[in-house]
């Protein structure tokens, strides 16, 4: 499995250094790991068996939104959280809810990243925009495909609800952090966007580019390409443990010996 975008990352510059522990260097434990679901499907369920060989280690994956996961991680009930956009990003929200949670204590390791895609319909003949109106679409200034060149239909905007990596990046990257503020229909998953884009001549998406690439969708083409990153999370330094698992994602990621 392969993943768009994947650059090398230095292990010092995100605070694991040298350290390894593999299988028989540490007892092995079990650790609980929350979050985001496109990490989980892009990332630690492909490689989790791998992971538990390399580092003796078991992991227990449950599936939420990078803010869920890092709730957990907070509160005691993870011991890393997969979080698919940026740290910043997440926790804004979260620290205006619970501003009483040690969000500053977080770590963030980077793993790897992947493109963030804008599919349409295949009846749609416009396939390229430039930033400054893709931006003008997403905070509702262009709200037609007509004002594009296309057909006479309003821009309807399918995405993940809030909390969710490819929403949070989008947002990030292009508004500064503000929410998105065109009307918008809002799905459990990526799957879902797939299927509405497909069925709905105005739809524009936003989603991994692996599922794009699945259901055969073309791109909304922009000059500039918009990176979600796959991030494991803990709080305070991690574990021996964590950072067994931490290393061992990575290189397998990037496919190298560790």
Known sequence: MKISLRRSVSAAAAGIGCLVLWAGAASAETLSIHGSAGFANEVMTPYRDKIESLTGHKLNLTVDT???GLLALLKGEADLAMVSAPLASVIAPLRKARPDLPFGLLQEFRITESRVAFPVNPDNPVQSVSLAKL???LSGQIDNWRLLGGPDLPIHIV?????RGTKHTTEAFLLDGRSITASAIKVRNSEEVAQIV????GALG?????????HHLPELQTKVQ???SYNLVSLNTPTNAMRAVIAATRSLVFEEEP
Do not use: E, M, N
Request: aromatic fraction near 0%.
């Open 198 to 201: 497909k069925q709905d001549r």
């Open 159 to 163: 995405a993940l609800g809030d909390g």
């Open 206 to 214: 936003i989603c991994r580019t692996s599922v794009v690439a699945l």
């Open 135 to 137: 931006k003008q679409i």
């Open 66 to 68: 990078a803010g869920g």
């Open 226 to 228: 918009i990176a979600q």
